[in-house]
T-cell receptor, first 113, second 114 residues
Framework: AQSVSQHNHHVILSEAASLELGCNYS??????LFWYVQYPGQHLQLLLK??????LVKGIKGFEAEFIKSKFSFNLRKPSVQWSDTAEYFC???????????FGTGTRLKVLA | GAGVSQSPRYKVAKRGQDVALRCDPI?????LFWYQQALGQGPEFLTY????????KSGLPSDRFFAERPEGSVSTLKIQRTQQEDSAVYLC????????????FGSGTRLTVV
């Protein structure tokens, strides 16, 4: 079955700590991968996406993600978080050439000032 | 407008009541999607329009759910005889044609059925 797993449901970090949020997917075939962020009271926004090429993808606000095909993973990283990164983060997969996203259940990140 | 606009932001409905949720996509966006996000879950696909054509409605949970986009711009998601399990945030997203584009999401409508 097609699915996305985000293992960390809640993460609490202090400012300047490093962040890694896990994302694993199950999908037959070539995929496009995404990370979306939802700040409190706001809509989902695209952080970064992977379609092909360099498996290390850089997004906005200093975030990056690495696609490891052999592990079916697309983990999100940031070397030093800020209080303003407090938000919910969603990993999503889409079959290449299709339009339907499959989202993970999300990870709530709280950064303490 | 600059983004995807959804209205109302919040809706409380009594069980059995019909509701209509509106989505105004970004001008020129051909593709429009509806997703349902239950509490503590990620968004789940409901339906997809390309212009006025509803190309996929496989995610609609029952025949009480109906979506339309008659002129290829504004879309309405209608839920008849609402049930408590319909309580969720309903998200609309739009995009330009082509698979290289990500979606732009609206802020959603939070529906609570009491």
């Amino acid at each position: 079955a097609q699915s996305v797993s985000q293992h960390n449901h809640h993460v609490i970090l202090s400012e300047a700590a490093s962040l890694e949020l896990g994302c694993n997917y199950s999908y037959g075939g070539t995929v496009n991968l995404f990370w979306y962020v939802q700040y409190p009271g706001q809509h989902l926004q695209l952080l970064l996406k992977y379609f092909s090429g360099d498996p290390l993808v850089k997004g906005i606000k200093g975030f990056e993600a690495e696609f490891i095909k052999s592990k079916f993973s697309f983990n999100l990283r940031k070397p030093s978080v800020q209080w303003s990164d407090t938000a919910e983060y969603f990993c999503a997969v889409r079959g290449s050439g299709t339009y339907k996203y499959i989202f993970g259940t999300g990870t709530r990140l709280k950064v303490l000032a | 407008g600059a983004g995807v606009s959804q209205s109302p932001r919040y809706k409380v409905a009594k069980r059995g009541q019909d509701v209509a949720l509106r989505c105004d996509p970004i001008s020129g966006h051909v593709s429009l999607f509806w997703y349902q996000q239950a509490l503590g879950q990620g968004p789940e696909f409901l339906t997809y329009f390309q212009n006025e054509a509803q190309l996929d409605k496989s995610g609609l949970p029952s025949d009480r759910f109906f979506a339309e986009r008659p002129e290829g711009s504004v879309s309405t998601l209608k839920i008849q005889r609402t049930q408590q399990e319909d309580s969720a945030v309903y998200l609309c997203a739009s995009s330009l044609a082509g698979q290289a584009n990500g979606y732009t999401f609206g802020s959603g409508t939070r529906l609570t059925v009491v």
